[in-house]
T-cell receptor, first 113, second 111 residues
Framework: EAGVAQSPRYKIIEKRQSVAFWCNPISGHATLYWYQQILGQGPKLLIQFQNNGVVDDSQLPKDRFSAERLKGVDSTLKIQPAKLEDSAVYLC???????????FGPGTRLTVL | GENVEQHPSTLSVQEGDSAVIKCTYSDSASNYFPWYKQELGKRPQLIIDIRSNVGEKKDQRIAVTLNKTAKHFSLHITETQPEDSAVYFCAATASYDKVIFGPGTSLSVIP
């Protein structure tokens, strides 16, 4: 079974630039999550999708972050404009409907200079 | 809001010794407690989990205990090996979703 895929793996941008991350969850997983993991901290949930609908985006900085999952499969997370404090690893995870376990992708390491 | 605390933040043990990591949670409705292992530069991977209807679960060298009254749970690793070196995260959730992660424990197993 293929795992959660993410791209790019690494991205370096300057502050005020824009960046987008892509995630392809495990086939059949209706629930998709985006997490932000700052160095030395645990993952923090940014947004959760159930199919193509948003379930929870209470911790998403909506003035600069946006995410979509138009067809209920792949998802993109965008930051516009980026700030220095956005430097982190962005993890995508997916979960099957009736199971608790979340499966994580390899993450995208973002460095904002 | 919901919070998960984790101690210690760093832990060094000699190979073969045991390691214990402790977590507390604030949301009394939490009913699922997973533990993730994250090696440097890699994704978090589930190593063991426990649900609120049991007090202890064991899988080979790894065990987790849960005290719902005190709202704390612990990870126990016995006979530690160098490959156990990683960052361990505890987490808690009151549903399938809104998993709250602890800040992590960096475990070093010294050969």
């Amino acid at each position: 079974e293929a795992g959660v895929a993410q791209s790019p793996r690494y991205k370096i941008i300057e502050k005020r630039q824009s960046v987008a991350f892509w995630c392809n969850p495990i086939s059949g997983h209706a629930t998709l999550y985006w997490y932000q993991q700052i160095l030395g901290q645990g993952p923090k949930l940014l947004i959760q999708f159930q199919n193509n609908g948003v379930v929870d985006d209470s911790q998403l900085p909506k003035d600069r972050f946006s995410a979509e999952r138009l067809k209920g499969v792949d998802s993109t997370l965008k930051i516009q404009p980026a700030k220095l404090e956005d430097s982190a690893v962005y993890l995508c995870a997916s979960r099957e409907g009736t199971e608790y376990e979340q499966f994580f992708g390899p993450g995208t390491r973002l460095t904002v200079l | 809001g919901e919070n998960v605390e984790q101690h210690p933040s760093t832990l060094s043990v000699q190979e073969g010794d045991s390691a214990v990591i402790k977590c507390t949670y604030s949301d009394s409705a939490s009913n699922y407690f997973p533990w993730y292992k994250q090696e440097l530069g890699k994704r978090p991977q589930l190593i063991i989990d426990i649900r609120s209807n049991v007090g202890e679960k064991k899988d080979q060298r790894i065990a987790v205990t849960l005290n719902k009254t005190a709202k704390h749970f612990s990870l126990h690793i016995t006979e530690t090996q160098p490959e156990d070196s990683a960052v361990y995260f505890c987490a808690a959730t009151a549903s399938y979703d809104k998993v709250i992660f602890g800040p992590g424990t960096s475990l070093s197993v010294i050969p």
